[in-house]
């Protein structure tokens, strides 16, 4: 089994900055896609950003130029640097992965951004 935990989220004014962190434990092969999403109330889980095995990242437009993605695969880690931070960025915040078994989710953590 893979387990996939988060860690960073937090309150945090707007226009300031967090740092997401999501740590793999289990029995872990290489993972192919590792990423962030995120879900607001009322709203669908959406892709805030993604990034595989080679490096490729790919944004969501709503997080462009103040969002970064990145990994640390030797340490089965992923990791969201989030800056200019909104109100309308509140949301739980889940990392995702994928190997060739399928998909895991984190339990998710809460960031709200305050006006």
């Known amino acids: 089994q893979v387990q996939l935990v988060e860690s960073g989220g937090g309150l945090v004014q707007a226009g300031g900055s967090l740092r997401l962190s999501c740590v793999a434990r289990g029995i872990i092969f290489r993972f192919n896609g590792m990423g962030w999403y995120r879900q607001a109330p009322g709203k669908e889980r959406e892709l805030v950003a993604a990034?595989?095995?080679?490096?490729?990242?790919n944004y969501a437009d709503f997080v462009k130029g103040r969002f970064t993605i990145s990994r640390d695969s030797a340490k089965y880690m992923v990791y969201l640097e989030m800056n200019s931070l909104k109100p309308a960025d509140t949301a739980v915040y889940y990392c995702?992965?994928?190997?060739?078994?399928?998909?895991?989710w984190g339990q998710g953590t809460l960031v709200t951004v305050s006006s």
């Open positions: 995702a992965a994928d190997d060739f078994r399928g998909s895991y």
């Open positions: 990034i595989t095995s080679g490096g490729s990242t």
